[in-house]
Nanobody, 123 residues
Framework: QVQLVESGGGLVQAGGSLRLSCAAS????????MGWFRQAPGKEREFVAA????????GYAESVKDRFTISRDNAKNTVYLQMNSLKPEDTAVYYC????????????????WGQGTQVTVSS
């Protein structure tokens, strides 16, 4: 079991940066692949980024590729999402999730979710 708590959201201007953190409570944090998702009003929750258990593999949605970076520090039970060059369309509640990789980062089954942190990007 893993409990996840996101933090680091806030209001920034377009072009600015934010670093989101997701703190996990479980001792088995390193056993899970981690992902970031987001949901904007009126939209479905969408995948943002994922990282493998050891952090050697990462994957990103096309909409954030080259702007966002996911990383993790297993010693700190924390996964991060560095968001640069933020755009108004990045405005959403960002969720951290933990799961197990079936075959690849594209097949992660997410079983645990945080409650989200709001990111608002103004123009």
């Amino acid at each position: 079991q893993v409990q996840l708590v996101e933090s680091g959201g806030g209001l920034v201007q377009a072009g600015g940066s934010l670093r989101l953190s997701c703190a996990a409570s479980g001792r088995t944090f390193s056993s899970y692949a981690m992902g970031w998702f987001r949901q904007a009003p009126g939209k479905e929750r969408e995948f943002v980024a994922a990282i493998s258990r050891r952090g050697y593999s990462t994957g990103y949605a096309e909409s954030v590729k080259d702007r966002f970076t996911i990383s993790r520090d297993n010693a700190k039970n924390t996964v991060y999402l560095q968001m640069n060059s933020l755009k108004p369309e990045d405005t959403a509640v960002y969720y951290c999730a933990a799961g197990n990789t079936v075959e690849s980062l594209s097949t992660i089954r997410y079983d645990y979710w945080g409650q989200g942190t709001q990111v608002t990007v103004s123009s």
